[in-house]
Structures are given as C-alpha cells and as structure tokens.
C-alpha cells in the first residue's frame, strides 16, 4: 500500500469512527429532554472523534503561531502543551473578538489545546457546529496552509460530510463543561521540543522572516510585554 492508499485508508477510518459517535449519540440522546453531558462515554467519544478529524494533516513546518508558541515555551512563559500542534490555530482565525475573548478569558484553560477544545465542546452545546464547519471547510486557501493535502479536511468528498453530522446532532441538548483543566492535556504521546518546533517551522528564522516580517515584530512585541511582568526580569543591554 502506497502513501495515498494509506492517507486514503486513514481518511476514511476517521470518518466512519465519526460517524459512529454521532450515531450512538444520536440514539442516546436525540429528540429527548434528557441532558448529554461530557460524564457520558459517548459525548467522550463525539468529542474525541470531532478532533481526531481537525487535527489530522496539520502541517508541521507552517503557522507563525506554532513558532509563537516554541519561543514562549523557550522563554519559560507557557506550558508544554502550549507548543504542541493544535487546531485552534486554524479556528481562532474564524473568530471574532468577541468569541476569542471568550475563549481566552477561560479560568481553567491555560492551553491553546484546551482552546480548541472548549470551542468544540461549545459549539456541540450551543448548536453552532455547522455553521462553523460551514466557515472553516470554504476557506480553501487559508486551510491549505494549516494542513498538509493528505488532510481529512482537504477531502473535498469526505469534509462536506461534517457540517451535515453536526447538523444531525442539533436535536440533542448539550451541556458540555468548556472550563475544565482536562481539556488542557495533550494529542500525542510526547510535546515536541523547542529545537525541532524550531526547525520545522517555516525553515528557521530566516525563512519566517521573508514570508512575514509584520508577524515577526508582533512576535517580538508579544514575547517583550511578557518578560515586562516578570519580577525580577532585566532585559539585556
């Protein structure tokens, strides 16, 4: 078996694991005035298909984000799993102020994993699902550089089934926690480290500094406030 039979075996056993969960949820709870909440081991599943489907195919050596998050890591000003790969990075690129902010302003979610993952959970409670779906699967340029082209939702044929299995799950009454500590825990067996974050991502500095020098001095600017409140802390002459 090839690559492409590969990416196409894996596409296509993330979509039927989704499908599944959105089934089970669906005879569980669909149509009825009983609340599904994330101490249900189905609601678990949905969730943990929902992404496994937006984190498959994220592309390592692209987003100015990720590179964010290596120096801050490296600076000691954010976790482990704050490096990690996540797609909240292509979402939060759809939201406005108002939805990150919400996001953001979250007490017990200091990842942008957890981000990610209370988005999701409150778009299942809020019914808000397909339309998002709807947003992030039009975007074809921007989805181009956040995923590799073996990505599930770069499967044309595949993706447009989302926004129709999260409208199938708007009978349903969701009452999901987005504000707990868990949601901050990792996709994969291991963070990544600072140096090889450092080496995928866009070729080095020097390549992120041609492809976007205005992000770089946001970059800078970000990683100055933040050794600004650290007590103690004397920048360098």
């Not at 992030?136 to 550089?145: E, F, H, N, V």
């Not at 991502?201 to 020098?213: A, D, N, P, Y």
């Not at 933040?226 to 103690?232: D, E, L, Q, S």
């Amino acid at each position: 078996m090839n690559g492409t039979q590969q990416s196409d075996t894996k596409r296509q056993h993330l979509l039927e694991r989704l499908l599944d969960a959105v089934k089970q949820c669906q005879i569980r709870f669909g149509g009825r005035k009983e609340i599904a909440t994330d101490s249900d081991s189905r609601v678990i599943c949905l969730c943990a298909q929902f992404e496994a489907v937006f984190q498959h195919g994220l592309r390592k050596s692209r987003g100015l984000a990720l590179t964010a998050a290596a120096f801050k890591q490296a600076a000691g000003f954010s976790s482990k799993t704050e490096a990690e790969l996540t797609f909240w990075f292509y979402v939060k690129e759809h939201l406005n102020r108002h939805e990150l902010q919400r996001f953001y302003s979250l007490r017990q979610i200091f990842s942008e994993l957890g981000r990610g993952r209370a988005w999701l959970r409150c778009a299942l409670n809020e019914h808000s699902l397909e339309r998002y779906l709807h947003t992030l699967l039009a975007d074809r340029p921007r989805l181009g550089t956040y995923y590799e082209d073996w990505a599930f939702l770069l499967d044309e044929e595949r993706a447009s089934m989302l926004p129709t299995m999260a409208a199938g799950l708007n009978s349903i009454l969701f009452a999901i926690n987005i504000d707990n500590s868990d949601l901050n825990g990792g996709v994969s067996r291991g963070a990544p480290s600072v140096s090889n974050l450092l080496k995928e991502s866009t070729q080095g500095i020097g390549s992120l500094l041609k492809e976007s020098t205005q992000g770089v001095s946001s970059l800078l600017r970000e990683i100055s406030s933040a050794t600004a409140v650290v007590p103690g802390f004397t920048p360098r002459a």
